[in-house]
C-alpha cells in the first residue's frame, strides 16, 4: 500500500496513526497507482482462489500451481466427455510432461494412460509420481516422438497433447500419426498456440528461443492442416487470455526469482535469458493466440 509521508500524527505508544484526511489524501495522490497495481474495478482484495480452499495458496508460484491444476481439470472433463460411455478407455497422452496430468485422466476416468516424452529428466520425474499413485497401475510412461509414434493403429480410444504441439517441427506428421493409432471414432484434443499480427524479428526470436519452438503461424494454417489430415474438428475454445496471464505471471517470478535461478544455473543462464523477457512478454501479450481443439476421427 502506498503511504503518505504528511501522515505523522502521534498516537498510542508513540505510533502515528493517519487522521481522516490523511487517508483522503493518500488516496487522492495514489489512486491511480493502486489502479495500476491492485487493480481498477474495485479497491480492494480480489478473490484469485475459492474461499474456503482447503490448501491457501498465497505466493504467486502457488497461484501458478492452482492455475495449472484446474486447467488439468477443464480438459481431463472434456477428453472425458468426449469419450461418453466407453468403459475403461485407452488413452494416449502424447508430450506428458511430469506425469501430473496423465496420472489425473486415469484417476479420473478409470481408464489406461499411455504416455510419451522426449525428455529424459521429465520421464524419471514421471516415474516418482507414478510410484504410490491411486491410478499408477494404469499408466505407463516412455520415450517417444509425437511425429514417430511406435504403437500400433487404432490402439486408442482418444489421446491429447497439451502444449506439445507448438514444439513440433512438422505439426502434420504429428496429426497423420494422431490420426492413426485412434480407433475410429476417436478423439484428439490438444493445445495450440498461434500467431496474431506481425511481431518484430526480436519478438519471435525471444518466443522460438524461450520454447525451443518453430515460428508461429496463423491459426488459418492449423485449420488447413486439420483438414489435410482427414480428422474433423469438433470443438474449438479460446484460451488466449490464460495464456497471456500466464506470460504476466512467468516474467514477473523470473524478475522476483533471479537469485534462486542464478544460484541454481549460474550466471550464464541470466545472460541467455535476461535479453528475451521483455520482447517474449509483449510477444504473448500483442501476437500470441492459444486455443483448445477437440477433432475426432471419422467412423470410416
Not at 251 to 265: C, G, K, V
Not at 278 to 283: D, I, K, L, N
Request: net charge negative; glycine share 8%.
Amino acid at each position: 500500500m502506498a503511504t503518505n509521508p504528511t501522515t505523522n500524527a502521534p498516537g498510542a505508544h508513540g505510533t502515528s496513526h493517519p487522521t481522516p484526511d490523511d487517508v483522503g489524501a493518500m488516496y487522492d495522490q495514489f489512486g491511480d497507482l493502486l489502479a495500476m497495481t491492485l487493480g481498477s474495478t474495485a479497491v480492494h482484495i480480489g478473490m484469485f482462489v475459492p474461499h474456503g480452499e482447503p490448501a491457501p495458496v498465497t505466493s504467486l508460484v502457488d497461484l501458478a500451481d492452482l492455475a495449472q491444476d484446474r486447467q488439468t481439470e477443464f480438459l481431463v472433463d472434456t477428453l472425458h466427455g468426449a469419450v461418453g460411455g466407453t468403459r475403461a478407455p485407452h488413452f494416449l497422452d502424447i508430450g506428458c510432461g511430469t506425469g501430473g496430468p496423465a496420472l489425473r485422466l486415469a484417476e479420473r476416468t478409470g481408464g489406461r494412460v499411455s504416455a510419451i516424452t522426449v525428455s529424459k529428466t521429465q520421464l524419471a520425474r514421471c516415474e516418482d509420481r507414478r510410484r504410490g499413485h491411486p491410478a499408477g497401475e494404469r499408466v505407463d510412461f516412455a520415450y517417444g516422438n509425437a511425429m514417430e509414434l511406435g504403437h500400433p493403429d487404432a490402439s486408442f480410444d482418444a489421446a491429447w497433447s497439451i502444449d506439445c504441439v507448438p514444439h513440433l517441427s512438422d505439426r502434420p506428421a504429428a496429426l497423420r500419426e494422431a490420426l492413426r493409432v485412434l480407433r475410429p471414432g476417436g478423439h484428439l484434443l490438444f493445445t495450440e498456440f498461434a500467431l496474431r499480427g506481425t511481431p518484430t524479428e526480436e519478438e519471435s526470436a525471444a518466443y522460438t528461443r524461450l520454447w525451443t519452438c518453430p515460428p508461429l503461424r496463423p491459426f488459418s494454417a492449423l485449420v488447413g492442416e486439420i483438414e489435410e489430415t482427414g480428422f474433423r474438428i469438433a470443438r474449438v475454445q479460446d484460451m488466449t487470455a490464460n495464456a497471456v496471464l500466464c506470460s504476466e505471471l512467468m516474467s514477473t517470478l523470473y524478475q522476483d526469482r533471479r537469485p534462486e535461478i542464478e544460484e541454481r544455473f549460474g550466471k550464464e543462464a541470466l545472460t541467455h535469458t535476461d535479453p528475451l523477457m521483455g520482447p517474449y512478454r509483449s510477444f504473448c501479450r500483442d501476437h500470441l493466440d492459444y486455443h483448445l481443439l477437440l477433432l475426432r476421427k471419422p467412423e470410416a
